[in-house]
């Protein structure tokens, strides 16, 4: 951990208001788009992403510090992440419902993941509209630990090092399942793009 | 080196994290075969594909976070300040508060001598 972290984990356990936007400006879009692609709801996802931040100022004093906080945090995330997917499994009418495709910005304006295309053509937009809901479907349709291993290895590209300590798998457990998660997502795509 | 025995390794083919032997034994299965070409093809499509997922999160975040917060905490945390006087400092209020007495003092006594003597 660097120093300017620990100092910022130094006021945030003193409860300082500024620190603590500080975490969640930085770390805000990392979390809600973990939480996002597990639960592909964005309702579900904006209430889960609250409480990961909630539990954060409350249990901050049991951060030792031994790992970076965005692992202790992205950790929180995704055990927040599973309790939801089982809490909606459980009540099967308000549960496993996907958004039908992200905006292609987000409220405030800003570019949402549909524009990392540069797209600008309408037909384009669609497409890609398309895709994106095609691959969330192919996500949600892996079980919680593989649709984790992909998010974090390949939606938001951390390292197998960072992936094993959120985790707690060890590396050729999280490469077998993450190359089986790839493969059935793959396979998915195949089977509705032909 | 068969089609499902070449395919078991795209994953560490792609991340670049095979064995130097394996990497080259796969690379001359590639070359001769058309169908993990293809298969290789689609494959790296699918993670390009998975790397635009990407989201930001609703600009109300922050602000939802500390409502709830300053809820749950029964007003301790995150409570609303006053738009001016919560912005200052109380030590910077005490301080001008001693300098205006300070020169409010200064300015009466050297200001009119005739009001620190009595009346004749």
Not at chain 2, 66 to 89: D, E, N, T, V
Request: glycine letters at 6%; hydrophobic letters at 40%; charged letters at 30%.
């Amino acid at each position: 951990m660097s120093l300017a972290e620990r100092l910022l984990m130094g006021r945030l356990k003193e409860r300082d208001p500024l620190a603590f936007d500080e975490i969640v400006r930085r770390y805000g879009d990392k979390v809600f788009s973990l939480i996002y692609r597990m639960l592909g709801n964005r309702h579900e996802a904006e209430d889960v992403a609250q409480e990961v931040f909630i539990t954060v100022f409350k249990t901050v004093d049991s951060f030792r510090g031994e790992a970076k906080f965005s692992t202790w945090l992205l950790r929180i995330a995704a055990n927040q992440s599973k309790n939801r997917i089982k809490y909606l499994a459980r009540r099967p009418t308000d549960g496993g419902e996907l958004d039908d495709a992200a905006p292609a910005s987000a409220p405030d304006g800003t570019p949402g993941p549909i524009a990392h295309a540069q797209i600008d053509a309408p037909d384009k937009l669609l497409e890609a509209a398309e895709m994106e809901r095609l691959m969330q479907t192919a996500i949600a349709a892996l079980d919680e630990e593989h649709r984790l291993l992909v998010i974090l290895r390949d939606v938001e590209e951390m390292s197998y090092q960072e992936i094993g300590e959120i985790t707690g798998l060890p590396e050729g457990t999280i490469k077998s399942r993450l190359h089986r998660a790839r493969m059935a997502i793959k396979e998915e795509l195949d089977k509705n793009t032909k | 080196m068969d089609h499902a025995e070449a395919q078991n390794e795209f994953s560490d083919f792609v991340d670049g994290t095979l064995p130097e032997i394996k990497r080259v034994e796969i690379e001359q299965h590639l070359a001769v075969c058309i169908q993990c070409r293809t298969e290789l093809v689609a494959f790296k499509r699918t993670l390009g594909s998975l790397g635009r997922l990407k989201q930001t999160a609703p600009p109300s975040l922050l602000s939802d976070v500390k409502q709830q917060i300053y809820k749950r905490s029964h007003g301790r945390f995150f409570a609303p300040r006053w738009k001016l006087f919560g912005r200052i400092p109380f030590e910077w209020i005490s301080l001008g508060t001693i300098i205006a007495m300070l020169v409010y003092y200064l300015a009466v006594l050297h200001g009119s001598p005739g009001s620190v003597h009595g009346a004749p």
